[in-house]
C-alpha cells in the first residue's frame, strides 16, 4: 500500500488567498483526521470524519476552515481567506475501526506570506 | 479537563547508554496508550501502545514502554540508544467511552530526543 497521501507537499501563498490540502487515506480505512503542528501549540485535531461523516470539528479554529471527505478515498482541508498566522505543517492520518494505530501522511507545509 | 504531560522538553543520551523518555496522563477511565515518533520533514510514526495486559510492552526498533497506573505513567525506553534514534517523541491517549465512535487521541507536546556519538 502507498500509505496516506497528502499534496501539496508545500504550498507557498499570500494572506487572503484560498488554500487547499488534498488528503488519500489508505484503502480500506473508514476514519480520517485532520492534524496542525506548529512549534507553539505542538499538534492539533483539527477534525476527524468516521465513514466520511464529521464526528468532532470542534479543533477547527475559526469559520475560515472547512473541511469535506466526498468519499472513502478522497478529503479536502480548506482555508479560505489564508492568514499569516495559518503557516504550519498539516498531517492527514487515517485507520480502521478495529485498530488503534493512526498512520500519518509526510504533511503539507504551508507558509502564508 | 484530560491531558498528556511530556515533562522534558528534550532529552539528551549518550550513542550506547539507555534512554527514557517519560510521559504522564489525567484522564477518567482506563486508558489506551501510545507512542510516536517523528524524524525530521516527516509524519508521525507508531512506535507501540498499550490497551490491556501485561503493562511492559514492547515495539518498533526496540523500544519499550511500561504502564504504571498508580502512577498515571507510560515512559519509553531503550536499553542502548542509537544515533539514529535522534527524533521527536509524541505520547498519546484514547480513553473508549461506552459505545460510540470516539477516536479522539490526546496529544503531549513531544520531546526532542538527541543521542550523542
Known amino acids: 500500500d502507498a500509505g496516506v497521501i497528502q499534496s501539496p507537499r508545500h504550498e507557498v501563498t499570500e494572506m487572503g488567498q484560498e488554500v487547499t490540502l488534498r488528503c488519500k487515506p489508505i484503502?480500506?480505512?473508514?476514519?480520517l483526521f485532520w492534524y496542525r503542528q506548529t512549534m507553539m501549540r505542538g499538534l492539533e485535531l483539527l477534525i476527524y470524519?468516521?465513514?466520511?461523516?464529521?464526528?468532532?470539528d470542534s479543533g477547527m479554529p475559526e469559520d475560515r476552515f472547512s473541511a469535506k471527505m466526498p468519499n472513502a478515498s478522497f478529503s479536502t482541508l480548506k482555508i479560505q481567506p489564508s492568514e499569516p498566522r495559518d503557516s504550519a505543517v498539516y498531517f492527514c492520518?487515517?485507520?480502521?475501526?478495529?485498530?488503534?494505530?493512526?498512520?500519518f501522511g509526510p504533511g503539507t507545509r504551508l507558509l502564508v506570506l | 479537563a484530560q491531558s498528556v504531560a511530556q515533562p522534558e522538553d528534550q532529552v539528551n543520551v549518550a550513542e550506547g547508554n539507555p534512554l527514557t523518555v517519560k510521559c504522564t496522563y489525567s484522564?477518567?477511565?482506563?486508558?489506551?496508550l501510545f507512542w510516536y515518533v517523528q524524524y525530521p520533514n516527516r509524519g508521525l510514526q507508531f512506535l507501540l501502545k498499550?490497551?490491556?495486559?501485561d503493562n511492559l510492552v514492547k515495539g518498533s526498533y526496540g523500544f519499550e514502554a511500561e504502564f504504571n497506573k498508580s502512577q498515571t505513567s507510560f515512559h519509553l525506553k531503550k536499553p542502548s540508544a542509537l544515533v539514529s534514534d535522534s527524533a521527536l517523541y509524541f505520547c498519546a491517549v484514547r480513553v473508549p467511552a461506552g459505545a460510540g465512535n470516539n477516536r479522539k487521541l490526546i496529544w503531549g507536546l513531544g520531546t526532542s530526543l538527541a543521542v550523542n556519538p
Open positions: 484503502s480500506g480505512h473508514d476514519y
Open positions: 492520518a487515517s485507520t480502521q475501526v478495529y485498530q488503534e494505530t493512526q498512520y
Open positions: 470524519f468516521n465513514n466520511n461523516v464529521p464526528i468532532d
Open positions: 484522564v477518567s477511565g482506563n486508558p489506551y
Open positions: 498499550y490497551i490491556t495486559g
